[in-house]
T-cell receptor
Framework: ETGVTQTPRHLVMGMTNKKSLKCEQHLGHNAMYWYKQSAKKPLELMFVYNFKEQTENNSVPSRFSPECPNSSHLFLHLHTLQPEDSALYLC????????????????FGNGTRLTVT | RKEVEQDPGPFNVPEGATVAFNCTYSNSASQSFFWYRQDCRKEPKLLMSVYSSGNEDGRFTAQLNRASQYISLLIRDSKLSDSATYLCVVNPNRDDKIIFGKGTRLHILP
């Protein structure tokens, strides 16, 4: 299933590095999301984009910087990360991020497993 | 009460048995509900939506109890391949933020 693709699959970076995660969805969806999944914690929403506009920034530190150039692509730019930022970063999309539409399930990419050394 | 709460398990169940687990939610105005399945070190995948009248998909049955604010997932004739973490997902009425439970781990034993 290649509806939502993420690259890279694995990333190891030092605390002074700058890297970017990429997500692309081929489902014609209008909303895209970044989630963080750490061990033994529920999925944490980081950012939401509806129709390319950021509608949610869930108190995410500024060392994470999202970019959404169009409704099919989403990036997460990383710089000066901390070891505790090591986690699985999941991109997702849904048909409609409109506030009045509640029944659109999320479709996830396969994630980027990030290790910060 | 936590926004979405699940028994973390693990549930260790022999192959062929029936297993059920619940998920409670705190916001009575929540509109839509889903069950996702997540295999180890992989992304969550939608298993099924949960409809008000209850719904079935093969061996899987999902139910919603609005009065008691919980949803349930029943798996009949469990298979080894059903071993995974099952995530309860609730979409509240107030904004776009979908809330995930921590998941229930299920191990089907041969």
């Amino acid at each position: 299933e290649t509806g939502v693709t993420q690259t890279p699959r694995h990333l190891v970076m030092g605390m002074t590095n700058k890297k970017s995660l990429k997500c692309e969805q081929h489902l014609g969806h209008n909303a895209m999301y970044w989630y963080k999944q750490s061990a033994k914690k529920p999925l944490e929403l980081m950012f939401v984009y509806n129709f390319k506009e950021q509608t949610e920034n869930n108190s995410v530190p500024s060392r994470f910087s999202p970019e959404c150039p169009n409704s099919s692509h989403l990036f997460l730019h990383l710089h000066t990360l901390q070891p505790e930022d090591s986690a699985l970063y999941l991109c997702a999309s849904s048909q409609d991020g409109n506030r009045n539409s509640y029944n659109s399930p999320l479709h996830f990419g396969n994630g980027t497993r990030l290790t910060v050394t | 009460r936590k926004e979405v709460e699940q028994d973390p398990g693990p549930f260790n169940v022999p192959e062929g048995a029936t297993v059920a687990f619940n998920c409670t939610y705190s916001n009575s105005a929540s509109q839509s509900f889903f069950w996702y399945r997540q295999d180890c070190r992989k992304e969550p995948k939608l298993l099924m939506s949960v409809y008000s009248s209850g719904n079935e998909d093969g061996r899987f049955t999902a139910q919603l109890n609005r009065a008691s604010q919980y949803i349930s997932l029943l798996i009949r004739d469990s298979k080894l391949s059903d071993s995974a973490t099952y995530l309860c997902v609730v979409n509240p009425n107030r904004d776009d933020k979908i809330i995930f439970g921590k998941g229930t781990r299920l191990h089907i034993l041969p």
